[in-house]
């Protein structure tokens, strides 16, 4: 691989950043966070024009066809910009992982409303036992419908259809299913409002098997990671600012050693979670052994240390971090939530290991 951007990848998340900041500024995602579902219709449209809803996604279907890494630099940047909606449930997730289990058919059919903006949707998995493990999961289809419950669907009110998890396949659910009630639920971010989905019978079209599942899922968490990234530089950037002009006995709080150790700190998480993202990106574009892998270390260690640099920004702050005024609180509750999204540190570590299990019995069963 190359330890660097091409300059089309770095023109990419030039333009991408430039986007951001003139299209949804940060009085934008306070404005939308503050609304029953954080959608901006004409929000969404210009994201669509920029090509952004078909990123990589094939041209047959209408998208650009790019790969992992162009992805990973989008959501970085959307991270950064702490971009509300459902960006990262459409593309990111829904849309990866349709792309991984569904037919070429089943791809045409909700792929490309994707690609033209013209569809928005989510992926609920996650049940009463609040397990990322597949083999956990207890709803099923029995003939053509579902029967269940579904928890922390993110974006689900504002989805054009539902891609639904469940324990004999996935199925994809249209909005306006019958049987199917969809309720707000608490979240951490304010910025990505969270739902509870109860189905009773509800008709669901099967578009894929579980075992499948892993690969879409796969992007997600690497794309999730970058977005995480993206929300620690920022809260980097706003740190350090604040540290060059907060002063304390005459001088700028940035000029004291242990104001400089925290600020040290959070770029050295920062810069190795980048680092991780970036290359289980790549990974997963050229099908690596060790993609998998990569993505788990991503996760494990973004998923500790956004919280870290959260924890280190706002201490820097002062009092000043628990003001609702003070933006690092914002890119904080967004670090928090997707701590846990895809399976914490301790998940993944336990993932990791079974991997590494995994390889070396096929080896030894080869040898």
Same mark, same amino acid.
């Given at each position: 691989?190359?330890?660097?951007?091409?300059?089309?990848?770095?023109?990419?998340?030039?333009?991408?950043?430039?986007?951001?900041?003139?299209?949804?500024?940060?009085?934008?995602?306070?404005?939308?966070?503050?609304?029953?579902?954080?959608?901006?219709?004409?929000?969404?449209?210009?994201?669509?024009?920029?090509?952004?809803?078909?990123?990589?996604?094939?041209?047959?279907?209408?998208?650009?066809?790019?790969?992992?890494?162009?992805?990973?630099?989008?959501?970085?940047?959307?991270? =950064?910009? +702490?971009?509300?909606?459902? #960006?990262?449930? @459409?593309? $990111?997730?829904?849309?990866?992982? &349709?792309? %991984?289990? /569904?037919?070429?058919?089943?791809?045409?059919?909700?792929?490309?409303?994707?690609?033209?903006?013209?569809?928005?949707?989510?992926?609920?998995?996650?049940?009463?036992?609040?397990?990322?493990?597949?083999?956990?999961?207890?709803?099923?289809?029995?003939?053509?419908?579902?029967?269940?419950?579904?928890?922390?669907?993110?974006?689900?009110?504002?989805?054009?259809?539902?891609?639904?998890?469940?324990?004999?396949?996935?199925?994809?659910?249209?909005?306006?299913?019958?049987?199917?009630?969809?309720?707000?639920?608490?979240?951490?971010?304010?910025? =990505?409002? +969270?739902?509870?989905?109860? #189905?009773?019978? @509800?008709? $669901?079209?099967?578009?894929?098997? &579980?075992? %499948?599942? /892993?690969?879409?899922?796969?992007?997600?968490?690497?794309?999730?990671?970058?977005?995480?990234?993206?929300?620690?530089?920022?809260?980097?950037?706003?740190?350090?600012?604040?540290?060059?002009?907060?002063?304390?006995?005459?001088?700028?709080?940035?000029?004291?050693?242990?104001?400089?150790?925290?600020?040290?700190?959070?770029?050295?998480?920062?810069?190795?979670?980048?680092?991780?993202?970036?290359?289980?990106?790549?990974?997963?574009?050229?099908?690596?052994?060790?993609?998998?892998?990569?993505?788990?270390?991503?996760?494990?260690?973004?998923?500790?240390?956004?919280?870290?640099?959260?924890?280190?920004?706002?201490?820097?702050?002062?009092?000043?971090?628990?003001?609702?005024?003070?933006?690092?609180?914002?890119?904080?509750?967004?670090?928090?939530?997707?701590?846990?999204?895809?399976?914490?540190?301790?998940?993944?570590?336990?993932?990791?290991?079974?991997?590494?299990?995994?390889?070396?019995?096929?080896?030894?069963?080869?040898?």
């Amino acid at each position: 691989m190359q330890f660097g951007l091409s300059e089309s990848q770095q023109m990419l998340k030039d333009n991408a950043r430039k986007f951001f900041a003139g299209e949804c500024p940060m009085e934008e995602v306070r404005r939308l966070m503050e609304t029953e579902t954080a959608y901006d219709q004409t929000l969404w449209e210009k994201m669509a024009e920029q090509g952004y809803t078909g990123i990589i996604f094939s041209e047959e279907y209408g998208g650009v066809g790019l790969g992992k890494v162009e992805l990973a630099l989008l959501m970085e940047e959307s991270g =950064r910009a +702490l971009l509300p909606g459902p #960006f990262f449930s @459409t593309v $990111a997730l829904a849309g990866a992982v &349709i792309d %991984a289990v /569904a037919s070429p058919e089943h791809q045409k059919k909700y792929l490309a409303p994707t690609c033209a903006g013209d569809a928005r949707s989510t992926v609920a998995f996650l049940e009463a036992n609040a397990s990322w493990n597949p083999s956990e999961i207890q709803i099923a289809a029995a003939n053509g419908a579902l029967t269940g419950e579904k928890l922390f669907v993110p974006d689900a009110a504002v989805a054009d259809f539902i891609v639904v998890i469940a324990r004999n396949g996935i199925f994809a659910v249209a909005s306006k299913a019958s049987g199917m009630r969809i309720t707000p639920m608490l979240g951490m971010d304010l910025t =990505r409002k +969270l739902y509870r989905i109860e #189905f009773q019978n @509800t008709p $669901a079209e099967k578009i894929g098997d &579980i075992s %499948a599942l /892993a690969k879409g899922f796969d992007i997600a968490t690497t794309a999730l990671v970058c977005e995480l990234v993206g929300g620690m530089q920022r809260t980097l950037d706003i740190t350090v600012e604040y540290a060059k002009m907060r002063k304390q006995f005459g001088k700028p709080i940035g000029m004291f050693q242990a104001v400089q150790h925290q600020c040290a700190d959070m770029y050295l998480e920062t810069e190795s979670s980048r680092s991780a993202a970036y290359y289980a990106a790549w990974a997963l574009e050229e099908n690596a052994p060790d993609a998998s892998v990569a993505v788990s270390i991503a996760k494990m260690y973004a998923s500790d240390a956004a919280r870290s640099v959260g924890n280190r920004g706002i201490q820097v702050h002062g009092g000043m971090g628990f003001t609702w005024e003070n933006d690092v609180h914002l890119y904080y509750r967004r670090a928090k939530s997707s701590e846990t999204a895809f399976g914490d540190s301790t998940f993944h570590r336990e993932r990791i290991a079974r991997l590494v299990i995994d390889a070396d019995e096929r080896l030894a069963k080869s040898a």
